[in-house]
């Protein structure tokens, strides 16, 4: 299951990108061709670079490729490393839970209790900001079925 999350994750970033490359060609040609860009199209390349970025995240979280430091763990015992990575994931598990679960759930609350609007686009703010709790979701998923089904090595 996580590898499956893990595979479609990983394709819909791709998707997302090759979206954004095209939107950005399409404001880059009606720029110098046309003569005035495309009023959606900068926004539209915020908003999937927010995407990307936030659920880039998430996808590298579980593909266990994120920053690391790892100047503690080469000098101490295998027993004792294992219990550092424990807390390293019991602490990126309630990072994820508050900041981004929970205070990224606020964030759609309030913009949607405001009618927040894009300026351009017109999509409620909600949408963009609903990539947050959903990438803080992700990331406890992944660290849960680290801690408790850890990989074979």
Not at 28 to 42: D, I
Not at 101 to 118: K, M, N
């Amino acid at each position: 299951m996580r590898d499956r999350i893990s595979f479609y994750l990983g394709r819909f970033l791709a998707l997302l990108m090759a979206v954004m490359t095209l939107d950005v060609l399409w404001g880059v040609f009606t720029r110098y061709a046309m003569g005035a860009q495309a009023s959606w199209s900068e926004e539209l390349a915020r908003f999937l670079l927010i995407w990307i970025g936030i659920l880039g995240a998430a996808y590298v979280s579980g593909q266990k490729a994120h920053l690391a430091i790892n100047l503690i763990s080469s000098k101490i015992s295998a027993k004792a490393d294992k219990r550092l990575n424990l807390f390293v994931r019991g602490l990126v598990i309630v990072f994820a839970l508050f900041v981004l679960v929970i205070g990224g759930s606020r964030l759609i609350y309030i913009s949607q209790i405001l009618g927040q609007l894009s300026p351009a686009l017109r999509i409620p703010m909600s949408v963009v900001y609903g990539v947050v709790p959903l990438s803080g979701l992700f990331i406890i998923y992944f660290k849960l079925t680290e801690t408790y089904q850890p990989a074979v090595e």
